[in-house]
Structures are given as structure tokens and as C-alpha cells.
């Protein structure tokens, strides 16, 4: 599933199809949908940007300690990849990450379906080491039976089957629930997985806002503007932007440091 490349600081589309986020809040609801889980922690979680290094690091220390290495890695390095909510992620199916042809989609979106602000967003799958890790793990299903055909159609796997599964096989369990008038929605298992793998990584504390907070960070380092880590983390508002994401401000040593 492909969506059309977006142009820095305009809207992407697909078919016609605007694709920019909408929500002006990292926390709020629209039309229903949940807003950012983990809401109340992060409020209280102190700012904490990883490095690849730590990163990589917590990758080792997860295999270490997971009964089910190749599942928790992919899970772990996705959250860092794209920038998703553990709620999205949960909603996210086969064919969001395949091509028909088995190939992984380069350029995807995240449905209306998935976004937990209702809108279509895009979504970008070009790290080298989470095509490592998901290669693993998909690789994995198909051995174990999630087969449905051959390896020339999604890898053999059901396009509409969760792309993640909870340790009993099946997809991760979102229940709905009113809260002031508004249908919302929660999954704690992903949650839990998530907080587990954090913790196993030695980042005990963390939420996974630390991982939309570190993304950012590297899409700034990169020169991406407020619209551009917004549009990929489906926060529509600068302002919003910048109070939840702020732009990190080297030291003067760093500033300074080999100038000539």
C-alpha cells in the first residue's frame, strides 16, 4: 500500500486524498478516536532522548531477556521507526507493511482506521535494521503456521491480519469505552508489551512518548521543520509541535567545537 511521496511543508496526498493530520493536541480526541496513550504518565516523564547507541544497547539487553526475542525486537524498533502511538501500532495490519508482492511498502500511510485522530497520515519504512528485525519476525509467522498461500503474496500471510500479535497469536485486544460523551479506545495489552520491553532495556521509567520524542529530535537534526515532524507524528498545530516536541538546542561546546 503506497502513498505518494509528501512535499516538505505541504500536505501529502494519496488518490486525492489529503493527508495531513488534523488533531491540534498530542492529547486530545477526535470524533471519538483515543488520544495518545499513556497521557497521564507522560505528563509526569522527564524529556529523555535516546541515542542510537542506548538504543542499540536496549536492543541487546531485550534479546536477553524476552522468552520471544524475535517478536519484541521487531515491536521495539518499529515504536522508534515511524513514530506511531502503541494504540496505532496495535490497529496496524499486514498489508499497511507489505506489498502484494511481499515486498515491504517504502512509502505507506497510516488508515483513518488506524490514526487515532481519524486521519490519514503518511508512513515511511526505510530503516535498514527494522527491515532486519520484521524480515525475522514475519519470517517466523509464516513458519509457524499464520501461512494462508505462497511466498509470492504477502509473504504467504493474510494482508488483513494484525501485524502484530499478542503473545497468545491473536492481535492485540482494543476494547471500547465512553468517557464525556466520546467513544475512546484502549489497549492495554500493547501497553503492557510495551512497558515490559522498556523496562528490559534498561529504560525503566520511559514511556513510549520517549520514542516519538526521540524521533523528533532526529527529524530536527535533519533539518525538518515543525510541519514535517507534525505531519509524520499526526499533530496538525506548530504550536502543539513545538510545546510537545521542542526543538533541542545544542550547548555552546558543540556549537563551538571544530569550527575551523
Known sequence: MTASTAVPNEPARDGGRDLSPVSNDEGSAFEGFEPDEGAIESALEVRRILSVTEISL???????HSHQPTEDLAL???LFAIGARPLEIARLEV?????????VSRISFIRPEVAIN???RPLY???ARLDEVMADYLGNRGRRGDRIGGDSYYRGLDPRCPLFLSPSGQGFAITSYEEKGQRRFLCRGIQEAYRKLLRYAGFSGLTALAARQTLADRLYSRGADEAQVGLLLG???RSAVRERFPRRQPTLEE???DLI
Open 58 to 64: 536496549g536492543a541487546k539487553l531485550i534479546m536477553a
Open 118 to 120: 481519524g486521519r490519514t
Open 235 to 237: 499533530i496538525a498545530d
Open 95 to 103: 498489508q499497511d507493511y507489505l506489498e502484494a508482492s511481499g515486498d
Open 76 to 78: 521495539y524498533y518499529i
Open 255 to 257: 556549537l563551538t567545537k
Open 125 to 127: 519504512f526505510l530503516s
